[in-house]
Nanobody, 123 residues
Framework: QVQLVESGGGLVQAGGSLRLSCAGT????????MGWFRQAPGKEREFVAA???????IYADSVKGRFTISRDKDRNTAYLQMNRLEPEDTAVYYC?????????????????WGPGIQVTVSS
């Protein structure tokens, strides 16, 4: 069974940092794009960051300069380092994977999703 599983979420004070991990099982994701979305209460799911299999990276404007996406293909894992967190970053964060970077970024036909993990930033 192919799965993506997020870890590393939790509660942090504003200005703090967290690192999310997304581990893939059931297949290799080394030739896929992987990325992150988030959904805050009462809001639609929004794109956060994505990285293609060959290293192209894109970020949402709201997280540029604060969040960093990376991957370890040997571990079949993607990461999201989140620094200078703000209360507005509070959301459930989802990992995503798709054969194309566009497929991840749009979030509409994305092939694989994780179940999500809560990140709460207190003021």
């Amino acid at each position: 069974q192919v799965q993506l599983v997020e870890s590393g979420g939790g509660l942090v004070q504003a200005g703090g940092s967290l690192r999310l991990s997304c581990a893939g099982t059931g297949r290799k994701f080394d030739m896929d794009a992987m990325g992150w979305f988030r959904q805050a209460p009462g809001k639609e799911r929004e794109f956060v960051a994505a990285m293609s299999w060959h290293g192209t990276i894109i970020y949402a404007d709201s997280v540029k300069g604060r969040f960093t996406i990376s991957r370890d293909k040997d571990r079949n894992t993607a990461y999201l380092q989140m620094n200078r967190l703000e209360p507005e970053d509070t959301a459930v964060y989802y990992c995503a994977a798709d054969p194309t970077l566009t497929g991840v970024k749009t979030g509409k036909t994305t092939a694989y999703w994780g179940p999500g993990i809560q990140v709460t930033v207190s003021s």
